[in-house]
């Protein structure tokens, strides 16, 4: 993978009319939106990878139980999304998208202290702030890339913005899965378990919390027009 991005950054570069102008990279709004899309889906891909497994392992749980259990957090993102608009017009995409990963990171870190005894509505309140900060995020990430860039490369900054997520999906999974591994072992013992998500969720607080950092620093008020 490495070596074929490699090889696709020297062909871009050299190319006339290159798919993706790497001068586009540069732009400092463009790039932090890139990154911040990344970070958002590498912490969230591994909490619903690991908070189902939590339930059946830990809580005893069934499959369908362990999915009810996860409404909370689609609900809440359902719900936010829909005053997103209002709430970008009106304080701009820097403080959404900053409160967004705030909500993401502190909800993240707080299912990192949870344990088998924690009560389950401790456990469904940390996925509802969860579930806010998607939905305050993931809307204002897509607008503030595709208007970095000239109209003429909203098709440009949309597949890269959403090829930023899956990469950073794919690698949170595999790098936090490796985390919870780590500290898990084989052993199902609930104890254990508890003690990989513990090292794994924190890790991914730790990454939505630098991306908040990332949006305060380089997202400006007027980086999203009005109405958008």
């Not at 006339?16 to 732009?27: E, F, H, K, V």
């Not at 932090?32 to 591994?46: E, H, I, P, S, V």
């Amino acid at each position: 993978a490495v070596a074929v991005f490699a090889r696709v950054m020297w062909v871009e570069g050299r190319t006339p009319g290159p798919l993706m102008p790497l001068s586009y990279l540069r732009r400092p709004v463009f790039s932090a939106a890139l990154a911040c899309a990344g970070l958002m889906t590498f912490g969230m891909y591994a909490l619903l990878f690991l908070m189902p497994l939590y339930f059946q392992t830990v809580r005893g749980g069934s499959p369908f139980v362990a999915g009810l259990e996860l409404l909370p957090m689609s609900v809440a993102f359902v719900a936010v999304s829909q005053a997103v608009g209002y709430l970008n017009n009106r304080f701009g995409p820097c403080m959404v998208m900053t409160a967004g990963m705030v909500c993401m990171g502190g909800g993240a870190l707080a299912l990192a202290f949870i344990h088998e005894a924690t009560p389950l509505a401790i456990v469904e309140l940390d996925l509802l702030v969860v579930g806010v900060g998607l939905g305050l995020n993931t809307a204002p990430v897509n607008g503030v890339a595709v208007a970095a860039l000239p109209p003429e490369r909203s098709g440009t900054a949309s597949g890269l913005v959403n090829t930023a997520r899956m990469v950073g999906a794919t690698l949170g999974v595999a790098v936090l899965g490796a985390v919870f591994a780590a500290r898990a072992g084989q052993d199902a013992a609930a104890d254990r378990f508890v003690a990989g998500l513990h090292a794994a969720l924190g890790a991914g607080a730790a990454a939505a919390l630098l991306r908040a950092l990332l949006a305060l620093a380089f997202i400006r008020r007027d980086s999203l027009p009005r109405g958008s």
